[in-house]
């Protein structure tokens, strides 16, 4: 990493029906699409929703940090 | 909402002579012409800009949820 | 107010299409069909649940504070 | 704005039985019978007076900026 | 989810030898015995208890809304 | 403490003339008199009120934590 | 408290080689040298200034709150 | 500033070897390749890269707020 | 510094066109002009203003501390 | 417990390729090699380092507590 | 206390049975069994352990800063 | 960097008379005297200490963080 790096970070909220961590990678993969060099992770939020008294997905919130300069 | 979902989160800033409400109707508004599938608002931070001693316009910080799949 | 008052706060999200006001007034309603001496309300968090690109009505989340001495 | 300005912060709470941005006027409103020059206003905290289990008034604490040089 | 709708939140802590989703899952499901229309979780506060230099179990705090109205 | 808790946490209010571990000792009281097995107390806030111009008492926020199970 | 009071804020430090108690009485004690009619103190941070390994003083930070009107 | 303004802001790390303003400036810059009306920068976050014991460049944290308008 | 010292904080907002610490000495150079006895600054915010796409200056929030006895 | 116990907490990254709980027991392990009473963890942070555009490993911040009486 | 100084700060939870003076007190005790030049106290956060519905003990988690140079 | 690294994070505070980077540089130094492996600096809060109401020195708390495996 040179020094003359910068970096955008963007929000996104990935959902998965079985842990925070397929939750996350979700979020990454579809920001994958569009974005070409994703450097790291932070977890914001996790939350679930829940359908009739059981979790139904987990939803975490992530800032998802790239390099700008090519 | 499906499990599949995944969210973007943008922030922006909305202004409104008259009130809270409207400065936030005001920035989904403006985030409407571009983005389709918006689901929820979160407001961040509400500020007044005060001019000659009066309140001349709310602005209020939000962050807006919307959907990226399809 | 006397010195042996002992509170009690518990946490709801009340909904308005019209006001942010509004949907503390429906939470306070709501939670006063229950509670005797509420004494006062904190707006902890404003959201907003978009449809169609509109918002769709207030969500604002309150830490209500009531008496528990008789 | 000049950049050799300074800015003072003071902090207020104001009430009103109408509205939160009725209750912000009237902080700004008593600040202004003693500052000339105030610039801005950021809300901090939102909370209501319950009297027989209804809103009787809303109080909002802000911190008022003001001008320092003339 | 219709707007006059009213939900409240409660704090628990789940506990788990295995997951951290598994502590959240123990909270919801001890509170489903007396809640019906739990909605969402929100993760609060995530930490280990530790017994012979070994986590022991995961200790999770969660916010569990539901729905008031029937 | 075995892996299999469930914990509930509520928030009170309790006030004291004296001091601030009175305060929260007539919070603790007061929550006994209806659950059986509190188990450890979070202080949250602390303020007093005042009456002409000297602390009349103290009135600190806690979060009360007791087990579910059993 | 009538609907159209206003209150200010201002924040101080008060110091105690005793209790934390008695450094916030101190600044209470001190502020009511100028304004009338304190109505609050939130107690904001809590230090101790240690000297010889000991402690030689607590040093609470403050926000006081008083009427404006009248 | 008309009242009619709707802001976006974007968050952004900005690299330099010498100084935390240089950090600051070089995500603006490189900002300013695509968005036009930038107004002010939010500083949210302070590091340092460090190698062989050395500070080798200061990484800051921004939002960057712009007019959307035209 | 002895135990019966009370200080007072106020907050202020100080610019400069070249650094941060720059725009803190402008502060308090300000404040000195009122203020006999400052003891200590905390840095609460920093922000810039930008025109024409150019940092133009920085502006600093501090809490400035100072002695009130005499 | 005792109530004449101190307790001491380090700040930890733990690292995985796998889970975030995996990351936490990391951390753990290696606190093990030099502490000997460790009693709980408080999770911080979490974050994902990205290697092409894939999550590479899990990041975790995390304070252990441990006793420091013998 | 010159500019040259470093200081490090460590965090530590006291206990005692009687004040959360007593517990700070006995943190600091502890610590300046092994560090020499402790300058000042940071209360962190401020927890009871509960038995019996009875508060055993307060347990105060600090932050302990001291003098590195000699 | 390899998935098996676990890092330490110690907190510090570097003073300067001159500027932020360079009290955030003392504090480095210092570390460096006693730690092998450093990585990366977080700026945690900044102050200053004033004399003869002129900024006497910056003090700068700092995160640093360092490699723990060899």
């Known amino acids: 990493m ?5 970096y955008k970070k ?4 990935g959902s998965s029906t079985t842990t925070i961590e ?3 990678k979700n979020a990454v993969q579809r920001a994958a699409e569009t974005i070409r060099h994703i450097r790291w992770v ?3 939020e996790t939350r679930c ?3 009739e ?4 997905y987990w939803q975490v919130t992530v800032k998802i940090g790239f390099t700008l300069d090519t």
């Open 2 to 6: 040179s020094t003359s790096h910068v």
């Open 10 to 13: 963007i929000e996104m909220v």
């Open 22 to 24: 397929d939750a996350v």
């Open 42 to 44: 932070e977890v914001v």
């Open 49 to 51: 929703h829940v359908e």
């Open 53 to 56: 008294n059981q979790i139904a």
